[in-house]
């Protein structure tokens, strides 16, 4: 098979993992629809699939060691059609809810394969390469979702969903195109098992995914509450948040190789500044702005991190090891409104623009401890090499 088609077609599946994102230009006009629910109920439609995600991720890495992995992919992609396309014939809050939860139940199946098919076919430098494509995909295909179901939810709210239709495609071309991995040769006896390091960096991924998600969550309430702009609006201030991660996945390769050790530092704390401008934004070009530099930051931060972890995980267990940190940013995304919307209650302040404050705070704060770490490493002798 040529190199370059089955480069593409591996990344392709890489175009949907943001797609849970999509119905978020919609949330305010969901809302509006829905007067009589409450306020974190409509956000369960952004946070919903987060949640299903985190089990069936899991799940999906376990089965890929004893499983085709094509027919696991082609499993969740047939969800990810089903359950976003589906809310777009309903009405009732309840069938969308549970539609949104098949969704995330298919991509929990792709998001680990997305990541530990370029683990298993590509190695060294051409891995941390696909690894900066790969974060480019991601938002190219969150850009392209983002545009789409705003302008969409602006005909109708119905009609976001329509979005999904993208997954056909998809799955066409992985089904003529994507070979099988070959499957490495182990004794049963001798179980690949996961360093703590694994464990400890999932956890503030989590941690990291939490306050990252306000964005989502949040920005069209924002935009559309203060009458800064309505649904369409809200989808290009998003997409511009992808374009960031776009043009981080685009440049990944050049900037790890000049920031070595402190990349991660670099794009939390960047993030986090995106974060904080975001919060005192008052003019919808900032917020623009904002949506950007945040986006670099966080399209920096993910390919730095699966890189990571790959490297710590023995080959027969990296696809399991993506699962965890994947899982672990998921429950991040869905404890998000419910975490920061409890601080506010306990603040007194429950905006938009409270969440964003709080999330940048706590994003830099751990940026700022990474970057003392990466100072402390480079102070003394190390093999490592960086951004790995």
């Given at each position: 098979?040529?190199?370059?088609?089955?480069?593409?077609?591996i990344?392709?599946i890489s175009?949907?993992?943001?797609?849970?994102?999509?119905?978020s230009?919609?949330?305010?006009?969901?809302?509006?629809?829905?007067?009589?629910?409450?306020?974190?109920?409509?956000?369960?439609?952004?946070?919903?699939?987060?949640?299903?995600?985190?089990?069936?991720?899991?799940?999906?890495?376990?089965?890929?060691?004893?499983?085709?992995?094509r027919k696991?992919?082609?499993?969740?992609?047939?969800?990810?059609?089903?359950?976003?396309?589906?809310?777009?014939?309903?009405?009732?809050?309840?069938?969308?809810?549970?539609?949104?939860?098949?969704?995330?139940?298919?991509v929990g199946?792709?998001?680990?394969?997305?990541?530990?098919?370029?683990?298993?076919?590509?190695?060294?430098?051409?891995?941390?390469?696909?690894?900066?494509?790969?974060?480019?995909?991601?938002?190219?295909?969150?850009?392209?979702?983002?545009?789409?179901?705003?302008?969409?939810?602006?005909?109708?709210?119905?009609?976001?969903?329509?979005?999904?239709?993208?997954?056909?495609?998809?799955?066409?071309?992985?089904?003529?195109?994507?070979?099988?991995?070959?499957?490495?040769?182990?004794?049963?006896?001798?179980?690949?098992?996961?360093?703590i390091?694994?464990?400890?960096?999932?956890f503030?991924?989590?941690?990291?995914?939490?306050f990252?998600?306000?964005?989502?969550?949040?920005?069209?309430?924002?935009?559309?509450?203060?009458?800064?702009?309505?649904?369409?609006?809200?989808?290009?201030?998003?997409?511009?948040?992808?374009?960031?991660?776009?043009?981080?996945?685009?440049?990944?390769?050049?900037?790890?190789?000049?920031?070595?050790?402190?990349?991660?530092?670099?794009?939390?704390?960047?993030?986090?500044?995106?974060?904080?401008?975001?919060?005192?934004?008052?003019?919808?070009?900032?917020i623009?702005?904002?949506?950007?530099?945040?986006?670099?930051?966080?399209?920096t931060?993910?390919?730095?991190?699966?890189?990571?972890?790959?490297?710590?995980?023995?080959?027969?267990?990296?696809?399991?090891?993506?699962?965890?940190?994947?899982?672990?940013?998921s429950?991040?995304?869905?404890?998000?409104?419910?975490?920061?919307s409890?601080?506010?209650?306990?603040?007194?302040?429950?905006?938009?623009?409270?969440?964003?404050?709080?999330?940048?705070?706590?994003?830099?704060?751990?940026?700022?401890?990474?970057?003392v770490?990466?100072?402390?490493?480079?102070m003394?002798?190390?093999?490592?090499?960086?951004?790995?």
């Open positions: 098979m040529d190199k370059t088609i089955q480069k593409f077609t990344l392709s175009l949907l993992s943001m797609a849970v994102t999509a119905a230009p919609a949330l305010g006009d969901i809302s509006k629809a829905f007067p009589d629910t409450r306020q974190n109920i409509i956000m369960l439609i952004v946070s919903l699939p987060a949640l299903l995600i985190i089990p069936f991720t899991l799940i999906c890495g376990k089965l890929s060691s004893i499983m085709s992995k696991l992919l082609f499993i969740g992609l047939i969800l990810f059609i089903i359950g976003g396309v589906s809310p777009s014939f309903s009405n009732s809050i309840t069938f969308i809810l549970g539609m949104r939860a098949v969704l995330g139940i298919g199946f792709i998001m680990p394969l997305a990541t530990g098919l370029i683990a298993d076919f590509y190695h060294g430098e051409e891995l941390a390469a696909m690894m900066g494509l790969q974060s480019a995909f991601v938002n190219v295909g969150a850009i392209i979702t983002s545009l789409i179901a705003g302008f969409l939810s602006v005909i109708n709210w119905h009609y976001t969903f329509f979005v999904y239709v993208c997954g056909i495609g998809v799955l066409l071309l992985t089904f003529f195109k994507l070979p099988e991995p070959e499957k490495t040769s182990h004794s049963n006896k001798e179980k690949p098992s996961l360093s390091s694994v464990y400890v960096i999932s503030l991924l989590l941690i990291y995914g939490l990252l998600f306000s964005f989502f969550t949040n920005t069209a309430m924002v935009i559309t509450g203060e009458n800064l702009g309505n649904a369409a609006s809200a989808g290009v201030a998003i997409t511009m948040m992808t374009v960031g991660g776009l043009i981080a996945g685009i440049f990944f390769g050049k900037v790890s190789q000049a920031l070595k050790r402190f990349t991660l530092a670099a794009s939390v704390i960047l993030t986090g500044i995106g974060f904080i401008m975001l919060s005192y934004s008052h003019n919808y070009h900032l623009l702005a904002a949506a950007v530099m945040s986006g670099i930051g966080f399209g931060t993910m390919p730095t991190v699966m890189i990571k972890v790959s490297n710590l995980a023995p080959k027969d267990a990296a696809t399991f090891a993506i699962a965890i940190a994947t899982s672990a940013m429950l991040g995304q869905f404890l998000s409104p419910l975490v920061l409890w601080i506010g209650q306990l603040a007194g302040n429950g905006s938009g623009r409270f969440s964003f404050l709080l999330s940048g705070v706590g994003i830099l704060i751990g940026g700022l401890l990474l970057l770490q990466a100072r402390r490493l480079e003394r002798p190390s093999n490592a090499v960086d951004g790995e």
